[in-house]
């Protein structure tokens, strides 16, 4: 592990922004820390950092508890949600800031200044200043800034909010791409899960100051852990009266369940394909048709139960209040805190090809 | 589609013409005109007569006392006012809203009153006459500060200091400070971090500041009056002024009104010079902003 965090609590006042967080992050990955605003997630970042302090609790950067170490000594590169860019510094001063303040000499700046500068792409900006900018050429020199001292771990806020949503896609793969040719081990906090998922090796999940998941972005989304990673991750809605579905049983202690549209298949009640699979599936009256973009967006009643599923563009047209076939793969049935995956027990042992 | 129909239209052109005449008028009225008689009032006697005014010993030593009360109310506030606005943006701590009221006590208190305060505290009978006393008395010195010199710059910089850190507070709040924390956080120390960092986005409102505050120390009327009662020593240009208005005769009048056109002069210059900063100013952020 190359950056731990153990038992760290930290207050501010009454609110407890922290609870109780361990973990560890193994070295060269790219790790996302995810969660709603408020879950505690940039509180964690800036105590790694070292902004700020835990009240209990130890946090290792290489096998070293850094808690007594300042910030400026624990090498990090930190790259803030707005950048903090100096604003009447040009590129190249910036980059070259933490150079100078470690005293390094003149022509040895230039040429790491330079070469960062060249790897993130903003050659011949040296002399702009950052209000010349685009908002992904500012992060950009705030990623560079961030690298120039020859950090051991990267630190990145909130690194796309400020980014118009066309651009941060891109710009994501760009970074994410940087990061593993640099191989620097990095930790970024977003609210996001879909930059989560597409950037990160790993993703911690965060609630309420508490560490609710951590795993692979795949272990996340196909077998979260907790009814609030479940909930979440993807989009999903709440059913406590799952059990009228046919191929589900609820359990006693079980308080209900949640189905992502993904898990749920429409057909069209006259389709001969289904013959085999019809008997398992529960009939249900269409209430809503939302065109997303890719896909349409299906709003249906299944005897009181208001499901959601996504369906192809390619096949046939459904319209409000046609009656259709519905079939439910799975769900993840919650009680407390425990999550289960349930199968659909009728489904159990068939091949379930998708139409 | 129109918005507008002419009625309206003219309707609001009137308005705009009568707003601009109100205040050019009132302007005209209240600023222009008396400043323009306290010119042609200085010359009625001719420009021999005005220069002679103007080089009398009280005048002159007037104007030096004016200047040293006003460079160290200068001298005091900036460095005050930047600490202020430092601790005021940049920390957390309870009785920050009490510090920042008792800011901007000059602002709402008689200047009279100041005066008089310092008169009861440094004065014969104030609580802190026996330590100056004592201090007279173990280093040999004859340190006086009610009615002498130190009382005059005393008052002076009591009214004139808020100035400073009126104008940098909200830049500082605007800014935020994660610039520098940034810096910080790449090991930079304090003093290179105001130098580097916040200096930088202060320097313009900083700079309007000591305008303002210079201003307002040449001009200080009544808490120097309050603590400065000898004519020639302890006097500034403006009680110089009342006393030569006071003492009745028609050429004391008119010299009255010559020193009077050197504070108008005065603060004809430092309000070109706040102008020439401002165009500067927006030069400036022009020039970061189209990539020049």
């Given amino acids: 592990m190359y950056v731990e965090i153990k038992n760290i609590n930290k207050h501010y006042g009454n609110f407890k922004a922290t609870d109780n967080a361990s973990f560890g992050i193994e070295k060269g990955k790219l790790v996302a820390l995810l969660g709603p605003s408020g879950s505690g997630k940039t509180t964690i970042l800036r105590m790694i950092a070292g902004l700020e302090n835990p009240d209990e609790g130890e946090i290792l950067i290489d096998g070293k508890v850094v808690n007594n170490i300042p910030a400026s000594k624990r090498g990090i590169g930190f790259v803030f949600q707005s950048y903090a860019l100096f604003r009447y510094m040009t590129v190249y001063d910036n980059v070259a800031f933490g150079l100078e303040i470690q005293k390094v000499p003149k022509d040895k700046i230039r040429e790491r200044v330079l070469e960062l500068i060249e790897l993130v792409g903003l050659k011949g900006m040296e002399k702009r200043y950052p209000n010349q900018l685009s908002g992904g050429q500012r992060q950009r020199v705030a990623f560079a800034r961030a690298l120039a001292p020859n950090p051991t771990l990267l630190l990145l806020d909130e690194p796309f909010a400020a980014i118009d949503a066309k651009v941060r896609a891109e710009l994501r793969t760009w970074l994410a791409d940087m990061i593993h040719k640099v191989g620097i081990t990095s930790i970024f906090v977003t609210h996001d899960q879909d930059e989560a998922v597409d950037v990160a090796d790993d993703i911690i999940v965060t609630n309420k100051g508490r560490i609710e998941q951590h795993g692979t972005p795949r272990e996340i989304y196909e077998s979260p852990k907790t009814p609030f990673v479940a909930e979440f991750i993807g989009t999903s809605a709440k059913y406590e009266n799952f059990g009228v579905l046919k191929g589900f049983s609820k359990e006693e202690k079980v308080h209900g369940a949640l189905i992502r549209p993904e898990f749920v298949e429409v057909f069209k009640a006259d389709n001969a394909n289904i013959e085999p699979y019809l008997k398992y599936a529960d009939d249900g009256v269409v209430e809503s048709v939302t065109f997303r973009g890719n896909s349409v967006e299906l709003g249906i009643d299944v005897k009181g139960l208001k499901l959601t599923a996504l369906r192809s563009l390619e096949r046939r047209k459904i319209e409000v209040g046609e009656k259709v076939k519905v079939l439910v793969y799975r769900l993840y049935t919650y009680d407390g805190d425990q999550v289960k995956i349930i199968e659909n027990a009728e489904l159990a042992g068939k091949e379930t090809v998708k139409l | ?292």
């Fill in chain 2, 1 to 292: 589609m129109e918005i507008f129909d002419e009625k309206q239209l003219k309707a609001k052109k009137r308005t705009k013409y009568i707003l601009i005449t109100i205040s050019a008028l009132f302007l005209i009225f209240m600023l222009v005109l008396p400043l323009i008689s306290v010119i042609v009032n200085s010359l009625r006697e001719g420009i021999a007569f005005y220069f002679e005014a103007l080089s009398t010993q009280y005048v002159t030593s007037a104007l030096v006392v004016t200047l040293i009360a006003t460079l160290f109310a200068v001298g005091v506030n900036t460095f005050f006012g930047i600490v202020a606005s430092w601790v005021l943006t940049r920390f957390e701590f309870k009785g920050k809203n009490v510090l920042s009221t008792l800011i901007d006590i000059p602002f709402s208190i008689s200047p009279v009153i100041a005066g008089l305060a310092f008169i009861m505290t440094f004065g014969r009978l104030g609580w802190a006459s026996p330590i100056i006393e004592w201090i007279n008395e173990t280093l040999g010195t004859d340190i006086q500060i009610v009615f002498a010199i130190p009382g005059v710059v005393l008052a002076t910089i009591f009214v004139t200091f808020p100035f400073v850190s009126r104008e940098i507070v909200p830049v500082l709040n605007t800014v935020g400070h994660d610039e520098e924390e940034a810096a910080a956080l790449m090991g930079a120390g304090g003093f290179k971090i105001f130098r580097k960092i916040t200096f930088p986005h202060i320097k313009w409102a900083l700079l309007y500041g000591v305008i303002l505050c210079t201003a307002r120390a040449l001009g200080e009327f009544g808490a120097v009056h309050a603590l400065s009662k000898a004519r020639g020593k302890t006097f500034t240009l403006p009680l110089e002024i009342d006393a030569l208005y006071m003492s009745g005769s028609a050429d004391s009048i008119t010299a009255s009104f010559a020193v009077s056109s050197l504070l108008v002069f005065i603060a004809v210059i430092v309000l070109v010079f706040r102008n020439v900063f401002e165009y500067r100013t927006k030069n400036k952020s022009k020039k970061v902003k189209s990539g020049e």
